[in-house]
């Protein structure tokens, strides 16, 4: 997978190269190209932002800059195997299920706006030749898009195959059965009187996992009822509906 992102603050995007995206990097399991949106200014300024039609507070970002930039790179845009991504506080939810949709691209484009965002006639410009997603990594405002690449990367690259030391990790994520994670534990076995759950040093795998099954229900049901509502009829066993 390719990854390109367009910004006007590059450094911002340091931490892509650092740990495992850096790993991922260094394997050659994807490659990231960062770019400074004022590349593609032509005035001494490098001005990137002009004042909003119909007034209101802040200002917009240009759309002739950020044609060129992403003209230059995502190329031609026909048959593109890219998806542009466009991070904004107006955007459909990011979650776990779009992460993993997003690992069949073989190229993600990322639009990092600031100021008050980037000029609608951008994004639909672009969703007339290619996947476009507008995106929101949750329900409060940031200041710009770089923070949300930054959280959707590492959720995307995380998911393929060969970044993660255990594949095993990724398939039991939280989220990947529904539910919240239980609590986890290691040594030592009782740290400040408080001692690990008697089960999890029994051996006995299937009380392990029906103790863990357990607890990720109790949570799941104090954290976050939406999700036990949201899961299919068969997602619960009678087991299950007895927590
Ligand atoms: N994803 C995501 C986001 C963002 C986000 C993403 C991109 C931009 C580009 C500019 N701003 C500031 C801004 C403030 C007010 C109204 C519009 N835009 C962004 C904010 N905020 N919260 C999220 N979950």
Redesign the pocket.
Same mark, same amino acid.
Do not use: K, M, N
């Given at each position: 997978m390719r990854i390109d992102v367009v910004t006007i603050f590059p450094s911002y995007l340091a931490p892509l190269r650092e740990a495992l995206l850096g790993r991922a990097i260094d394997r050659g399991l994807i490659e990231v190209a960062v770019h400074d949106l004022r590349d593609w200014t032509h005035d001494v300024h490098q001005a990137v932002d002009d004042s909003p039609y119909g007034g209101g507070p802040g200002m917009v970002m240009k759309p002739q800059v950020w044609g060129e930039a992403l003209d230059s790179v995502i190329g031609p845009v026909i048959d593109s195997p890219a998806r542009l991504v466009v !991070?904004? !506080?107006a %955007?459909r939810p990011f979650t776990q299920q779009l992460a993993h949709e997003w690992t069949s691209a073989e190229r993600l484009v990322f639009a990092? %706006?600031? $100021?008050? %965002?980037i000029d609608q006639r951008v994004v639909d410009h672009y969703a007339q030749r290619m996947p476009v997603d507008e &995106?929101?990594? +949750?329900d $409060? &405002?940031? &200041? +710009? +898009?770089e923070v949300?690449v930054l959280v959707m990367v590492e959720a995307v690259v995380r998911l393929l195959p060969g970044v993660l030391g255990n594949p095993r990790s990724a398939a039991e994520d939280s989220f990947s059965d529904g539910l919240l994670e239980g609590p986890a534990y290691t040594r030592p076995e009782v740290w400040r009187d408080l001692p690990v759950p008697p089960v999890l040093r029994s051996g006995d795998h299937a009380a392990v996992d029906r103790w863990r099954r357990d607890r990720a229900l109790e949570r799941t049901a104090r954290l976050r009822p939406d999700l036990l509502a949201a899961l299919p009829p068969d997602a619960l066993d009678e087991a299950d509906r007895a927590v």
């Open positions: !991070p904004t !506080p %955007g990092c %706006g600031r $100021y008050e %965002g &995106v929101s990594i +949750g $409060y &405002v940031l &200041v +710009g +898009g949300a």
